[in-house]
């Protein structure tokens, strides 16, 4: 069984309402705080106070105590969207 392959950060910061990360292969992603209900509700300060934990395998928010698996928003699993391959399951099981 192939593993899938992990997504580290090396940076991560938040401008304009937007996430920004600076993967370890040299990478980047943005996404807005606007799909994640803790952060789109929250003050840009605390937006900032944004960390890497798990050596970059995840996002952290003490003030706001939301995680957010790095993977998970690089490939769109974003709370109360369907992935992609997700949606394809559903499709053909229809």
């Known amino acids: 069984m192939a593993?899938?392959?992990?997504?580290?950060?090396?940076?991560?910061?938040?401008?304009?309402?937007?996430?920004?990360?600076?993967?370890a292969d040299g990478s980047t992603h943005s996404f807005p705080v606007a799909f994640y209900p803790r952060l789109a509700a929250a003050k840009e300060s605390d937006l900032k106070s944004v960390k890497l934990r798990l050596g970059g395998k995840a996002l952290r928010w003490e003030e706001l105590d939301e995680d957010i698996?790095?993977?998970?928003?690089?490939?769109?699993?974003y709370p109360g969207q369907l992935t992609t391959s997700r949606r394809l399951g559903r499709l053909a099981a229809a």
């Open 3 to 23: 593993h899938e392959p992990v997504i580290v950060a090396k940076k991560a910061v938040v401008k304009n309402r937007a996430v920004h990360l600076e993967l």
């Open 69 to 77: 698996w790095v993977g998970h928003a690089v490939i769109g699993n």
